[in-house]
C-alpha cells in the first residue's frame, strides 16, 4: 500500500488549477469534468510520477466553517517540501503571494506558511540536511 | 468615588502582575517580542520548540485571554486572519509606581 493521493478542498477549482500551477509551479496530471465540477489533479514537476494532490470542491457545508476556523488560528492544512524556503518565500511574496507566517528557523526545519487564495492555508517545510 | 477609582487602579495593575507571573505567558511575550504579529499556530509552534511549553492550543488561547485582560497582548482581525501583537505599554505602570531611573546604584 502506498499513498497515491491527498487532496485540499478549494472553493473554486479554475482559480486553484491556476495558482497550483501558474504560481506554485505544479504541473497538471488530470483535469477530468464531472458533472458539476471536474477531477482535477497536480504533481510537482520534481516527482511527476509522485502523489498527486486533488484539488476538490469544497461545496459540503462542513468545509467551510472548518477551513474558515483553520485559517483564523493560521493553521496550515497540508505542507509541501521545498529545497530553499527563502528562495521560494521571495520569488512567491514576488508573484503577490501572502504569506501568514515568514520563514522560520525551528531547529533543522525552516518553515512558513502561505494562503492558497482558495480559503487553505499551506506550510512550506525545508528540512536541513543532516 | 476615589475609592472606586483605587480599585480600578488596583485591578488594572493586579492583572498586570497576574498576566506575568506564568512562565508560559512570559514565553509568550518573549516569543511576540522576537516577532510582533503572529498567529495562534506560529506562537505555538514557537513555544513548543523554543521553550518546551506542549500546551494545547486551547490553554494557549487561554493565556492569551489573560494577556489581553492586561493589555499586553492585542488580538489584530485582518481579513480572515487574526494576529496577536505585543503591547508593553501596561509595564510602564510599574516602573512609574517604582523607578528604576531615578536613583544612583549604590557604591
Excluded at chain 1, 494532490?53 to 497540508?78: C, N, S
Aim: hydrophobic share 40%; with cysteine.
Amino acid at each position: 500500500m502506498k499513498i497515491a493521493m491527498t487532496s485540499v478542498l478549494v472553493d473554486d477549482q479554475e482559480k486553484a488549477l491556476r495558482f497550483y500551477t501558474d504560481v506554485l509551479g505544479f504541473q497538471t496530471r488530470h483535469d477530468v469534468p464531472l458533472g458539476t465540477h471536474r477531477w482535477i489533479s497536480v504533481v510537482s514537476p520534481q516527482s511527476p510520477d509522485g502523489v498527486e494532490l486533488v484539488l476538490e470542491p469544497d461545496a459540503h457545508p462542513a468545509a467551510r466553517p472548518f477551513k474558515q476556523a483553520l485559517v483564523a488560528d493560521g493553521i496550515p492544512y497540508t505542507a509541501f517540501a521545498v529545497d530553499d524556503l527563502q528562495a521560494e518565500f521571495t520569488r512567491l511574496s514576488g508573484l503577490g503571494v501572502t504569506f501568514t507566517q515568514e520563514p522560520l528557523q525551528m531547529g533543522p526545519a525552516t518553515t512558513a506558511v502561505l494562503d492558497d487564495t482558495c480559503g487553505n492555508l499551506i506550510q512550506l517545510i525545508q528540512i536541513a540536511n543532516t | 468615588m476615589s475609592g472606586k477609582l483605587l480599585l480600578a487602579y488596583h485591578s488594572s495593575v493586579g492583572d498586570v502582575f497576574k498576566a506575568l507571573a506564568d512562565p508560559t505567558r512570559r514565553a509568550v511575550l518573549d516569543e511576540l517580542q522576537d516577532r510582533d504579529g503572529q498567529t495562534l499556530f506560529e506562537l505555538c509552534t514557537r513555544l513548543i520548540n523554543r521553550h518546551g511549553v506542549g500546551s494545547s492550543r486551547q490553554a494557549v488561547s487561554q493565556h492569551l485571554d489573560v494577556l489581553e485582560d492586561a493589555g499586553l497582548v492585542v488580538r489584530r482581525r485582518a481579513g480572515r486572519y487574526t494576529f496577536l501583537h505585543l503591547d508593553t505599554a501596561p509595564l510602564r505602570a510599574i516602573t512609574e509606581r517604582w523607578p528604576t531611573d531615578h536613583r544612583e546604584a549604590p557604591p
